[in-house]
């Protein structure tokens, strides 16, 4: 859901005075917020959608009484007293805040020392708020324009362009580790999905998995593209590090680059089963044809591809590819290269159910649609560091709204087929 930002203009500022002074008038009110600020169990913006920097101080001073007692001019009492006050800054979910702060100091030089107030040092600590920063950016604001769209009046931020930068820069890097560092040991996955997107000159391999269930995760990220050998092997050799068994066999759904082939076989053995995509397939062929052909070569091998039988299937390329090499020999090459493996969901013996999911690599093109959405406003790509960076933050986000995949009951056949069969456990075995 789209989240709604304004800027507070001159009529905001006269309602936060109005509320400043109800606040002051009627300081009572807030007690049980401020308990509840100073246990960290809610924030104020989350107590308060429009906190001014007004309430905050009236919140400050209002934890500084639970202490210290009330404020009493001209005279002092108690073991911790009044001392004034200095500009400080508070954390809320979204940006800080300047105010001013209360202190207060015990009595007596020998016991002397500033006495920390607890809703003060809650609001300061927010570990979430770069997290939340990068979220924003990856929504459509840019640091340029964060300033702007800052729910609260101008002058009550305590943060720039540059800050925003660096907590952005910061948690992105986060979320890139947390991402390279996931483990699969005690994840079933069946299918694994790969490809490569463009960023300027950049190049980003990814890798998402399907599990046992149907569920989809990010595996993984690496700088280059499906055609650079040594990447795309760092990124299987990844995965193996990280506990992708390789002894087990998996479904490899590829957009059908030689490198990538050729680093399956390497890093996972050559017993894998590979699925060429078949949309790519139609596309690469297409593009070798004038722009009168094109609709009737695509409806030919889509009808192919909808043949349960892969031999039936493989007839009626090679006849479509012996009337193309009349006239267009490069169209026809294109067709029979690698053209047995975007029927190895036919093989297997998988029921239709599974074909569009399995047939092509469209459920990794969807998020990484997802991904680029969220990365369009960056205007400049410095190098690989701040791509990779901003990639992971756009898949994490993007993955939480991943759903299971088409036909996700019939993956049992599938686990069949690759000899993937989870074991039954009997009732002896399981209280042995």
Not at 8 to 26: D, P, Q, T
Not at 69 to 77: A, H
Not at 367 to 383: I, L, Y
Request: aromatic residues 6%.
């Amino acid at each position: 859901m789209k989240q709604n930002y304004h800027v507070i203009e001159g009529k905001g500022k006269s309602a936060e005075r109005a509320l400043a002074a109800f606040c002051k008038a009627h300081g009572q009110m807030l007690l049980p917020l401020v308990e509840l600020i100073e246990e960290a169990r809610l924030t104020v913006s989350t107590v308060l959608d429009e906190v001014s920097q007004q309430t905050i101080e009236m919140i400050l001073q209002l934890s500084a009484e639970q202490i210290a007692g009330p404020r009493t001019p001209g005279r002092s009492s108690g073991e911790v007293r009044w001392h004034g006050s200095q500009a400080g800054r508070v954390s809320l979910e979204d940006r800080q805040v300047s105010v001013r702060r209360p202190r207060l100091r015990r009595k007596g030089k020998q016991r002397g020392g500033e006495v920390e107030i607890p809703a003060y040092q809650a609001l300061q600590r927010n570990p979430a708020m770069g997290g939340r920063m990068f979220g924003a950016l990856l929504r459509g604001v840019s640091t340029r324009q964060y300033r702007e769209v800052l729910p609260r009046m101008a002058e009550s931020v305590g943060i720039s362009k540059s800050a925003v930068s660096e907590r952005a820069i910061e948690a992105s890097a986060a979320q890139l580790s947390e991402l390279l560092e996931r483990c699969w040991n005690e994840t079933e996955l069946l299918v694994i999905y790969i490809d490569g997107m463009q960023f300027s000159a950049q190049h980003v391999i990814s890798a998402v998995g399907v599990d046992f269930q149907g569920d989809k995760h990010v595996l993984g990220l690496q700088l280059g593209a499906t055609e650079n050998a040594a990447a795309v092997k760092s990124l299987l050799v990844h995965l193996r590090e990280h506990g992708l068994d390789t002894g087990k066999r998996y479904l490899f759904v590829i957009d059908g680059a030689k490198a990538l082939r050729a680093a399956i076989d390497e890093v996972f053995g050559t017993g894998q089963a590979v699925q060429r995509c078949r949309t790519h397939k139609i596309r690469n062929v297409l593009e070798e044809l004038p722009k009168e052909q094109p609709a009737q070569v695509r409806s030919l091998m889509r009808a192919a591809y909808k043949l349960e039988r892969a031999e039936e299937s493989l007839v009626k390329m090679e006849k479509m590819a012996s009337w193309l090499e009349q006239e267009y020999p490069t169209a026809a090459a294109s067709l029979r290269e690698g053209v047995e493996e975007t029927f190895t969901i036919n093989r297997l013996g998988l029921p239709p159910s599974l074909h569009r999911c399995l047939g092509t690599s469209n459920l990794i093109e969807s998020p990484q649609s997802g991904v680029r959405k969220r990365t369009g406003n960056v205007s400049r790509w410095r190098d690989g560091e701040m791509v990779l960076r901003w990639v992971a933050g756009a898949y994490l986000l993007t993955e939480k709204s991943f759903r299971k995949v088409a036909g996700y009951e019939n993956l049992w056949t599938l686990a069949a087929a690759l000899g993937r069969q989870k074991k039954s456990v009997t009732l002896q075995e399981k209280f042995a």
